[in-house]
């Protein structure tokens, strides 16, 4: 089977790629890294390198786990066979987003369940918002991470680098995939990404927000399973 290094996003854990991990059981033999150490995009990427499969393999990042799989394209990219971005972009943060995000980490200091609170409308669809099993998965994970991972996640998002320069220099296949309905990752931000990097597939997963792989699971492997092909 063929190896698959998933990178999680802020706040993320395995379970948010439970049923697509499950589903792709006779394709893949899929590991999901952890990010709840470091403190820069940088370090997370090195800190992957040593947690993936060994040789080559397939990466899929999601949201933050998408710049570090960026980064790890510039760090060691031979390791890569193929990328898989998904709901995520590769511009630097924007100043109304570090904004926000310091708000989110002060607050994780008094009541790091009102940063849930705060995060969790814009996670989902309206209609994916009213299934308590997403939900209390986006919240279980949350809490297992807990808030000084979640500071420093935060900290790395914020000085990331504007990957946009690099795309051009990226040569393996590549699956970009977008909600229709993505409040954080707007789908134009998608297509910029996708059309920066050469040969990129962009796909559009309708009535799905952020949270692609918890929200629509079976679209996902489907689309994960031909690009694995």
Known sequence: MKPLFILPGLLEDADGFKQVIEALAGTARCTVA??????????????????????????????????????????????VERLALLNTNARADSAESTENRRRLVALADTDFEAVLAAMMPKLMTEEHLKDP??????????????????????????????????????RCPTLVIAGREDALMPVEWLEELAAGIPGAHLEII????????????????????????
């Open 34 to 79: 952890d990010f709840t150490r470091a403190e820069t995009i940088a370090e997370m990427a090195r800190d992957a390198l040593r947690q993936a499969p060994v040789g080559r393999f397939n990466l899929a990042g999601h949201s933050m786990g998408g710049y570090v799989a960026l980064e790890i394209m510039r760090q060691d990219p031979k390791r």
């Open 133 to 170: 099993v997403l939900t209390g998965t986006i919240g279980a994970m949350k809490m297992a991470i807990g808030p000084e991972a979640f500071k420093r996640q935060q900290a790395a998002i914020m000085a990331r680098v504007d990957s946009r320069p690099r795309l051009g220099d990226i």
């Open 206 to 229: 309708e009535n799905c927000g952020h949270m692609a792989a918890l929200e629509e699971p079976a679209q996902v492997t489907a689309l994960l399973k031909k690009w694995l092909a």
